[in-house]
Nanobody
Framework: VQLQASGGGLVQAGGSLRLSCAASRSRFSINATGWYRQAPGKQRELVAR???????NYAEDVKGRFTIFRDGAKATVYLQMNSLKPEDTAVYYCNAATGSSWTIYWGQGTQVTVSS
């Protein structure tokens, strides 16, 4: 599976961005798609994830501000980020888990910078 992440940029605190993760495979063959982020000097962490049945889960510090969703039957997953904070600054990566063994694939990162 090839994943193409896009949508990052520079935004002021309180602003919004929408990230996109386009997969090269039908969404029906993908068990779950997740957005992760990695800030300088920190470990990569889960931000949000959506399962094939539509169930979602979020990191505590983004609940109520970020929303992960799919575009219908398309294999594109979005991360709508509202009320952005400087601490949301990081490189954001999407990944996908496929098959019975939940093989993980990663897309390239997209930089999100939130200025105070």
């Amino acid at each position: 599976v090839q994943l193409q992440a896009s949508g990052g940029g520079l935004v002021q605190a309180g602003g919004s961005l929408r990230l996109s993760c386009a997969a090269s495979r039908s969404r029906f063959s993908i068990n779950a798609t997740g957005w992760y982020r990695q800030a300088p000097g920190k470990q990569r962490e889960l931000v949000a994830r959506i399962l094939n049945d539509g169930a979602t889960n979020y990191a505590e510090d983004v609940k109520g501000r970020f929303t992960i969703f799919r575009d219908g039957a398309k294999a594109t997953v979005y991360l709508q980020m509202n009320s952005l904070k400087p601490e949301d600054t990081a490189v954001y990566y999407c990944n996908a888990a496929t098959g019975s063994s939940w093989t993980i694939y990663w897309g390239q990162g997209t930089q999100v910078t939130v200025s105070s």
